[in-house]
């Protein structure tokens, strides 16, 4: 019976997957069998989190996030929680040995969002790390299985491809961050005076971030590299059409790739796998 819940765990953690992310659902589905209920689970674990702070105002948000926190390294030193997103990334943790460290380092950005609205350069860097690039390595020890050996010479295209998703996200969400939660997260920038400038400087701070992480995807194991590289190709162009647009055009619409679009980005990157050129 033990194996049952920790199958209807790891279903709950997919099931909250897909009704959050379509996209990102949509790209976990191309990673190999072995790796997809591991993904979901980190995936659940991040979005319970990200919805206590961004989503339940009529709560006690700061209460409910300690509460998250201490249940969740329980879960991790005990191996079970009666919660079953947090046992299912427990599950996660344990088989691929995931350091704590990036664990609490998440929740630590999670709390930035119950007190900051605006950020400095050295605050918007350490929650880009602590919210984006820690997925991103969690990401990776289930990518690498094992293999250890591999995992410090891609934690770098790991980091800067969940710094680059963050970004992207940061700017198609930017009118709803700052009506719904009062938030402006780019260092510097006033969104009642969001000038083109202001954009440059952050599309050629996220076109770094893709270039670099590029060259960390094509050494990725086999099992990882097409579900990972599609969704890469599906953020960088949710970036390129924003780069297309005018800075009061992101204020006051929230841009998307309509699902047609998703499907030729997955038939051209199924192509280039076919061809041996991912």
């Known amino acids: 019976m033990m194996q049952l819940f920790h199958q209807v765990s790891q279903d709950c ?24 209920a591991h993904i979901c689970n980190i995936y659940g674990f991040v979005r319970l989190a990200d919805e206590v702070v961004d989503s339940f105002h009529d709560f006690n948000k700061a209460a409910l996030l300690l509460q998250l926190r201490n249940e969740t390294l329980d879960a991790i030193d005990q191996g079970i929680s009666i919660n079953p997103i947090l046992h299912s990334f427990q599950l996660t943790v344990n088989r691929y040995a995931i350091d704590r460290a990036l664990v609490l380092d998440f929740l630590r950005s999670m709390e930035m969002d119950l007190t900051s609205r605006t950020y400095d350069r050295t605050g918007y860097d350490t929650y880009i790390y602590g919210s984006a690039e820690v997925v991103g390595l969690m990401c990776l020890h289930v990518f690498c299985d094992g293999n250890m050996s591999l995992y410090p010479q891609l934690a770098p295209y790991a980091r800067s491809l969940g710094a680059a998703f963050q970004k992207v996200n940061f700017l198609r969400d930017i009118k709803a961050d700052n009506e719904e939660l009062k938030r402006m997260y780019f260092p510097h920038c006033d969104f009642g005076n969001f000038t083109a400038k202001d954009k440059l ?25 097409f579900g990972v590289y599609v969704a890469y190709k599906y953020y960088l162009s949710l970036f390129r059409k924003i780069r297309r647009l005018q800075p009061q055009s992101i204020l006051h619409t929230r841009i998307r790739i309509p699902d047609y679009g998703k499907l030729f980005i997955l038939a051209k990157a199924g192509i280039r796998q076919q061809l041996n050129l991912l």
């Open 13 to 36: 953690s997919r099931i909250t997957t897909e009704q959050y992310s379509t996209s990102f659902s949509g790209a976990i589905r191309l990673l190999h069998k072995d790796l997809r």
């Open 201 to 225: 400087a952050i599309e050629a701070d996220i076109q770094k971030d893709f270039e670099h992480a590029y060259e960390g995807i094509i050494y990725l194991p086999w099992k990882a590299r």
